[in-house]
């Protein structure tokens, strides 16, 4: 049993700074990236059971003792804005959705100053009921994960039959206001390569935005092989099929996607090839898991744990300079390339998207 688990005040280990990390405030690496964007894992809990992400029966989820509260979880969160330079958040899971409080602790992240930019990433059950009081909460956007259009398929990919609540959280989203709403879609070979064309047709004909995303090894069964990813350039062959396709010329900065503007624009499509042409070099994210640990990056195999100086009495300044210890440790890239390549322990789930 742990201290924390004792109830005992955790204390910091002692850690040597290492000398060649500059006196600057912000989020920085040896390679010259700042890390603005803060992901944020409110739960480990879904309640979809996607394929690539989990096994149907689920997973052993978090105990909620481990699990950051509330006014932790909103510590952190100012410690990083008004500290650390971070100027935008997103709210994952798991489902977000699933974590009680979540529209107060978006409104206290809206009340900082300065006022970060807010986004939350959901699979869209339950957002036709909460997405106005997202929106007057403070989020200024949302992503919602839908990977097929067809009932019987969405069934047999999420082991849920949920695609109408999805479709009319997507409306409910759009209703409130919180533009641009973007679907997020994985495409599967041999279960749903064929609605590449289908989707983004949907998405331009209810003014969404879509995403494809390249299927990355972070299932918590381990199964992934890349020889049976479905890769960017498979889909932008299928997507030309039907519709013309022109690189967007303005600047991407940190943004994961490459966005290409669908037969002249104005609509658009992204598509985030994370693993055959990985965006590392200007990534300028850091992660904080439900049970606070920072990441500094996805696939990252360890992790530097602020809830035990947050339940150990340990002041905001020491909390900050740990945060910025573990990003200046940041690898120059995942390696999902490389001979060694290991997947993470951690399954998406638990990460955060």
Known sequence: MTPTELGLPAMR????????????????????????????????????????????????????????????????????????????????GGEPLLRRGLEEIIAASAALDPRPDI????????LARRAKALADAGVNRLNVSMDTLRRERFATITHRDRLADVLDGLAAARAAGLEPVKINSVLLRGVNDDEAVDLLRFAIDNGYELRFIEQMPLDAQHSWQRAEMITAGEIMEMLRTAFSLEPDRAER????????????????????????RPFCGACDRTRLTADGQVRSCLFARTETD?????????????????????????????????????QPDRPMSSIGG
């Open 306 to 342: 602020l809830r035990a100086l947050v339940r150990g009495g340990v002041s905001d300044a020491e909390i900050a300079d740990l945060w910025r210890d573990a990003m200046w440790g940041k690898l120059p890239g995942h390696g999902i390339d490389d001979p060694g390549f290991l």
């Open 119 to 126: 986004s939350l990433t959901t699979n869209g059950v339950g």
């Open 253 to 276: 900065g940190g943004a994961p996607a490459e966005r290409w503007l669908v037969d002249g624009g104005p609509a658009a499509v992204g598509v985030i090839a994370s693993v055959t």
């Open 13 to 92: 280990q002692a850690t040597t700074r290492d000398p060649a990390r500059p006196d600057d405030p912000r989020l920085i690496d040896r390679y010259g990236r700042v890390a603005t964007d803060l992901r944020i894992s409110l739960t480990d809990r879904c309640n979809l059971r996607c394929s690539y992400c989990m096994p149907e029966e689920g997973l052993d989820w978090m105990d909620r003792a481990d699990q950051l509260t509330d006014d932790e979880l909103i510590r952190l969160i100012r410690i990083a804005v008004t500290d650390l330079g971070v100027n935008e958040l997103r709210f994952t």
